[in-house]
């Protein structure tokens, strides 16, 4: 019984090896387009991800944001770019082993300091995170409710700065 995989941990699995695997396509292919198309399976992976841990929000946003916008402002800039004109180099290829040995050393530090941290009450009782005016919601509803009701006027600034930055860039892009 504790030892038998269930339906929800294969699906954790798939999707994890997934994202992994398109990961390491991301960096290892030589187009950029299919380097693209990897990117976006790893990212609808992560998605699939939060969806399993009842993250809807944070599941959704990821398709939105990264799926859709990244992914196509990533597109375009492959697409603008006259890759057959570029010279191929090879800056990284002498450095792999020292970044192999910077990552190893990175992912140890990493893996003690992350388990030293005593984490808090949200991860000893995950319905903190669902919680809105004192009563069990939604996961989606806690955030819209606290989003749009205490944080209304930081998230309306920071529309009209997106805003500002989108006709920015349209303005340059055109000259």
Known sequence: PGDRLTVEAIVFYL???????AAVMVVTMRNPMYSAISLLTCFLSVAGLFFLQHAEFVGIVQVFVYGGGIMVLFLFTIMLVNLQNLRETALFLRQSRLAALLVGVMAVAFIVVFMGIEFGPAFADPD???AADGELRG????????????????F?????????????AVILGRK
Do not use: C, H
Request: zero cysteines; hydrophobic letters at 60%; glycine letters at 8%.
């Open 156 to 168: 309306e600034i920071a529309s009209v700065f997106l805003l500002v930055a989108m006709i920015g």
């Open 128 to 130: 903190v995170f669902r």
């Open 139 to 154: 996961n989606t509803e806690a955030i819209a409710l606290t989003l749009y009701r205490d944080y209304l006027l930081p």
């Open 15 to 21: 999707f994890a090896g997934i994202a992994l695997g």
